[in-house]
């Protein structure tokens, strides 16, 4: 079983990153590389493979569905697991994310001092 240790987020509003941020690095002691669209990520995937990926749905230049799509085509990206952040939980995109591969799908706002240890619990559950 692998340990989860980094995570790249992909949220474009600066102020729900900053705080995740915090939230992971200080409080999960996670290794945590922010960036803020779905293209700065793809520009830059071959060169951080990190262990989840933690994507806002709604995104400016592409949804993080697509985005999902676009790092499953890599081979090197195509395996590490991906939880989605989302103020609209409804039971149809859960299930939608869910078939495009998201291992699951966090309720924003989230609570920052449990944020890490609640991907920490998902991340372990899919592994195990």
């Given amino acids: 079983m692998n340990d989860l240790r980094t995570i ?6 600066p102020d729900i990153a900053i705080l995740a941020q915090l939230a992971l690095t200080e409080i999960g002691g996670f290794e945590v590389t922010h960036y803020g669209s779905g293209p700065a990520l793809l520009e830059d995937s071959a060169a951080i493979v990190p262990d989840l990926y933690l994507l806002d749905y709604r995104l400016p230049d592409m949804t993080g569905e697509e985005l999902l799509a676009r790092l499953r ?3 090197q990206s195509a395996a590490v697991p991906a939880i989605f952040m989302t103020a609209s939980l409804m039971p149809d995109r859960i299930k939608a994310l869910k078939v495009a591969g998201a291992m699951d799908v966090i309720a924003k706002p989230f609570d920052p001092l449990t944020l890490a240890d609640e991907l920490r619990a998902r991340f372990r559950n899919a592994q195990s």
């Fill in 73 to 75: 085509e890599d081979p």
């Fill in 8 to 13: 790249i987020l992909v949220e474009d509003d």
